[in-house]
């Protein structure tokens, strides 16, 4: 079964690449708004983290290319188009994370098939449990909630029916691999101009996968 999965997320994976290359390519040339390209790089983000095997990284590179592309020459600054793109795709994030919690995991908390196949009385979840309740940005809660699958942990959570303020003040240090992998989306748009940029991307690029891999680590070890 979790070699299905994989397989299934590899696929999607490259699906959800292809996808999101193509609405890249289409709303540069679309002619619409600033504000609306943003509405719809939020509502695509909100769409593709509801799909279990899509993992985060392609929705934040594509907000990063798209609203760093249109938003430099919106806003007549790159460093404010990638701010922008930050913020959207940050807020994509948590209003996804909410959404499979109060939404999805919630509704499906009220299935007993689901809480025997999840093993809601098992050592292993009461653990999760207990950690997830600690109050603030605890660390070990932090890992768990930053570094854990994006649809398993947020679905989970609203399954064992914890605060939701509570989840969303641990998911809030998300914000920093989500800057640096927009980052390094963004800077995807600079590298035909070689020199600094190439560097920048190849520098953000790292930072992203260090925080990323050091939030599963975290949340494996937790």
């Avoid at 983000?45 to 798209?66: E, K, N, Q, S």
């Avoid at 795709?89 to 999840?118: D, P, R, Y």
């Avoid at 653990?127 to 699958?149: E, N, S």
Wanted: hydrophobic share 55%; charged share 10%.
């Amino acid at each position: 079964l979790g070699f299905a999965y994989f397989v299934l997320q590899v696929g999607v994976l490259r699906l959800t690449s292809v996808f999101l290359g193509w609405l890249n390519d289409y709303l540069k040339t679309a002619g619409l708004s600033f504000w609306v390209i943003s509405v719809i790089i939020f509502c695509i983000g909100m769409i593709m983290f509801l799909i279990p095997a899509v993992p985060g990284v392609p929705v934040y590179v594509t907000t990063g290319v798209t609203l760093g592309a249109v938003g430099e020459d919106y806003l007549g600054s790159f460093p404010l188009a990638m701010l922008w793109a930050i913020f959207v795709a940050f807020v994509t994030k948590l209003a996804a994370c909410a959404f499979q919690q109060k939404v999805i995991g919630e509704q499906m908390g009220n299935s007993v098939w689901v809480k025997a196949t999840v093993g809601i009385n098992s050592q292993a979840v009461k653990a999760i449990r207990l950690i997830l309740q600690r109050p603030g940005l605890d660390k070990d809660k932090v890992m768990i909630l930053c570094g854990g699958p994006d649809w398993p942990t947020s679905v989970l959570t609203g399954i064992l029916r914890l605060p939701y303020f509570g989840m969303m003040v641990g998911t809030l240090p998300i914000v920093v691999p989500v800057a640096f992998t927009v980052v390094a989306g963004g800077c995807m748009l600079k590298t035909d101009q070689g020199g600094i940029w190439v560097s920048m991307g190849s520098l953000f690029l790292t930072l992203s996968a260090l925080s990323l891999g050091g939030c599963l680590i975290g949340a494996a070890i937790a």
